[in-house]
């Protein structure tokens, strides 16, 4: 079983910066996709930032420039580093892995909330 650990959420002023750390722990299992996703207020949820084993990247149009995504695949842990946040960057962030099997986890989530 699969289990994620998420930190780092808060609230920040516009133009600041976060960094949210995701840990996934389980027995045996190596991961494929890391990253993350998030789902602000009356939306869906959407892609913010993912990596593959190899270290590519894909991250949603809106955060390209300011949004990193990594990974520690010995330690099985995905980050996200946030600059240059906005109030349209506040959501509920959660971590998402897929396992080299192919079974898809979801954190339970972390609050960020951009503002002044």
């Known amino acids: 079983q699969v289990q994620l650990v998420e930190s780092g959420g808060g609230l920040v002023q516009p133009g600041g910066s976060l960094s949210l750390s995701c840990a996934a722990s389980g027995s045996f299992v190596r991961f494929n996709a890391m990253g993350w996703y998030r789902q602000a207020p009356g939306k869906q949820r959407e892609l913010a930032g993912i990596i593959s084993t190899s270290g590519s990247t894909a991250y949603a149009d809106s955060v390209k420039g300011r949004f990193t995504v990594s990974r520690d695949n010995a330690k099985n842990t995905v980050s996200l580093q946030m600059n240059g946040l906005k109030p349209e960057d506040t959501a509920v962030y959660y971590c998402?892995?897929?396992?080299?099997?192919?079974?898809?986890?979801w954190g339970q989530g972390t609050q960020v909330t951009v503002s002044s």
């Open positions: 998402y892995v897929v396992s080299t099997r192919g079974y898809e986890y």
